[in-house]
């Protein structure tokens, strides 16, 4: 996402939702876990997990880190 933008669907596509997030930057790296958690990294060492199920939010963010590029879930 551009600009601390984050969409959701939860009918495949048709219609999408803007999630509030308080991150600016860029985000480059999304991965799934499980069925209901994503994680999102980007700029300014930005980490975020949420849950789709209640839209929850956990800021993981390292101010400390400058990019993050990818993630991935194991």
């Known amino acids: 996402g551009s600009d601390g933008t984050i969409l959701k669907t939860t009918d495949g596509g048709t219609t999408w939702t803007r999630l509030n997030v308080e991150a600016t930057g860029h985000f480059f790296g999304v991965s ?9 990294v980007g ?14 939010l956990l800021d993981e963010s390292d101010s400390f880190i400058h990019v993050l590029n990818d993630v991935a879930v194991v």
């Open 43 to 56: 700029e300014l060492g930005t980490i975020l997990q949420i849950s789709q199920t209640d839209d929850k």
């Open 32 to 40: 799934l876990s499980g069925s209901t958690t994503v994680w999102v």
